[in-house]
């Protein structure tokens, strides 16, 4: 129970969950009317408690086991190991993906962008206790400013499925890429395809989805409204839309509840 409840390096650590809904339910009214007209709930209309708690929850997959899953996925982690190689993390949040990537892969700069001004102030913090962060730049800015740069790979972790416009963003990170540049995603492992009875997982994607991701993507004009159970079709179709010839899912297991896949240009 205390790794759970109170050790916040444990794989097992969830105290982070019911402080993500907690902020939801102090915005229930806003959900309501929302639901009811139109619109959305901003993640900054969340606040601090749904931004922390977003990065409590996956802080310590990034520490204990993202070096070691990217290590066996082989071709991705033949080209991360390349000396100079350059690295973007898109949606890069409170900083800890970049800050793992960095770790794992020492001879590597790396670029972090996010559009939340308060993430960047943290993760630029957490890159400097770290010890990384001369290796790192974080930006608050939109991932569509990636365009006049290059980079051999870029990452988003859990962010495509909040993004109002997918299609632009990986139509970005696609243009930012050298002519042999990967992109590597790691998205939520719901089921292929929709079914009434689906199992808790799906239970608990579909409840984040109603109280944080959706809401949160629909507060943004003409969004897509992707939702946290974006199945691996609707990637395949925003891929395809912006531009990129194959998507793969990666032979990473273990990961939590997520999936990783490769995008190639």
């Known amino acids: ?32 009317e929302a639901y009811r007209s139109g619109g959305g709930v901003s993640w900054d209309q969340l606040g601090d408690d749904a931004r922390e708690s977003q990065a409590d929850v996956n802080r310590p997959l990034f520490e204990k086991q993202l070096a070691s899953a990217l290590a066996a996925s082989g071709e991705v982690h033949d080209r991360l190991s390349r000396p100079g190689v ?9 900083g800890w993906s970049t800050i793992a990537l960095a770790r794992a892969y020492p001879h590597a700069t790396l670029l972090g962008v996010d559009i939340d001004p308060p ?22 800015e939109d991932a569509a400013g990636l365009t006049g740069e290059r980079f051999d790979a ?7 499925h909040d993004l109002p416009h997918p299609q632009d963003v990986l139509r970005a990170i696609r243009a930012s890429l050298v002519e042999d540049g990967v992109l590597v995603l790691m998205d939520e492992a ?10 808790e997982l799906e ?11 959706l809401p949160d993507s ?36 273990d990961f939590g509840f997520f999936r990783f896949y490769l995008l190639r240009p």
Do not use: W
Not at 4 to 14: N, Q
Not at 203 to 213: F, N, Q
């Open 154 to 160: 870029a990452f988003v972790f859990e962010a495509v």
């Open 218 to 253: 629909l507060s943004a004009p003409n969004s897509a409204a992707t939702g946290t159970v974006m199945r691996p079709a609707t990637l395949q179709r925003y891929a395809g839309q912006a531009g990129f010839s194959a998507v793969e899912v990666l032979p990473i297991e």
């Open 86 to 94: 350059r690295i973007a993390d898109v949606g890069c949040g409170a």
């Open 190 to 199: 719901v089921a292929e395809k929709f079914a009434p009875d689906g199992d």
């Open 1 to 32: 129970m205390r790794e759970v409840l109170a050790d916040p390096a444990s794989l097992a650590y969830l105290a982070p969950v019911a402080r993500m809904f907690g902020a939801s339910l102090a915005q229930l009214p806003a959900l309501l």
């Open 203 to 213: 239970r608990l994607m579909y409840g984040y989805s109603l109280l944080v991701c």
């Open 119 to 140: 993430s960047i102030a943290r993760a630029r913090e957490n890159a400097a206790d770290a010890g990384v962060a001369d290796r790192i730049e974080f930006r608050h």
